[in-house]
């Protein structure tokens, strides 16, 4: 093996072992572009080395996925296949990991009629509703992870020549992940537990309310709902074994109170949704539920979001991560939530985890309801850390902390 492909090697092991934590005999269910073939052979065989039962990968293809929006009529995208979603569910239910490879272009359906998008952004939401359960609450090992394609390399760095997109785009991935340490398994290690200690402070502090402000204009004030759960580090599926839902991680998140925001917030990097970009965005909410927003690039796409259904119209995650980690210190735009996410405090429109509040797994739609906890076919996360982000925490008794100063922590 060469350099690279032992660094490769490397990666699909950190994946296997701290993303999914793979056990004896469990099956593995990979979703990977055809780009990554040589990454998802080297999982596959790692996974087999810590005993897979079986490893099943779900290819998808960018020019294929171009070719069906071009041509095919509108009732394809609004029936999303049910074989695939018994095949999902079916893995799901023997207690398989799932492995999702996050890489596309961020902007290749940007000619594409955007009702075809939103019909099948919708009926992928709503038939994917029970699989989903299973991630969301931790049911199953998951972990979403990189790899750079040529397209998504080269909107990341358009002026890099040739294959020195891709290359300048694996640097940052290995940087972003850890894998640029001596070892890498270790690294991982240190920093989920660093993550879990900001964790306890906040569940110990249960926090009323955040006060978000930042001199672009945001001023937001997030109400947290009774028995919230801050989580971060790292997640324990329903056996008990750790996993790394994604990799980089460095948010540590809860959930709102549904009814509970109040204010103005401002987006602050740009939101890749389904193939196109939402950018310099904002959102005024009352009660929870998104009264007024404006976009300077895809207000028709933020809008189509938001329509998904009631619930997309209020948040269902609150996450910190300083403005100072490796990844916002890279200054790179990723153009991939995976990625920028975790380079930026954000919200997300839609369903909030259940793992998010005491007793939320065994909950009942109805009873998370009635804790406030809000409910969609959509979570996507979209950021709104700034250099400046001051967040102050208010306690029940009235008591304010300063949780975030100047962007960073300060606590
Ligand atoms: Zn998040
Ligand atoms: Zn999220």
Redesign the pocket.
Known sequence: MNNFEERLNEYAKLTVKVGINLQKGQPLAINAPTEALEFVRLIAKNAYEAGASEVHVNWNDEVLTKLKYENSPMEVFENFPKWYVDGLEDYAKKGAGFISISAQDPELLKDIDPKKIAASNKSSSLALKEWRNYTMNDIIPWCVISIPTKSWAKRVFPDAKGDEAVEKLWNSIFSATRMDQKDPVKAWENHMSNLKEKVEFLNEKEFDILHYTSSNGTDLKVKLPEGHIWAGGGAVDSKGVNFAP?MPTE?V?TMPLKTGVNGVVYSTKPLNYGGNLIDEFKLVFKDGKVEDFDAKVGKETLKDLLDIDEGAKYLG?V?LVPYDSPISNSNIVFLNTLFD??ASC?F?FGKAYPTNIKGGENMSDEELEAHGVNNSLTHV?FMVGAKDTSIVGITKAGEEIQVFKDGNWAI
């Open positions: 994604n948010e998140f995650e996450a996410e975790n954000h997300a996360d």
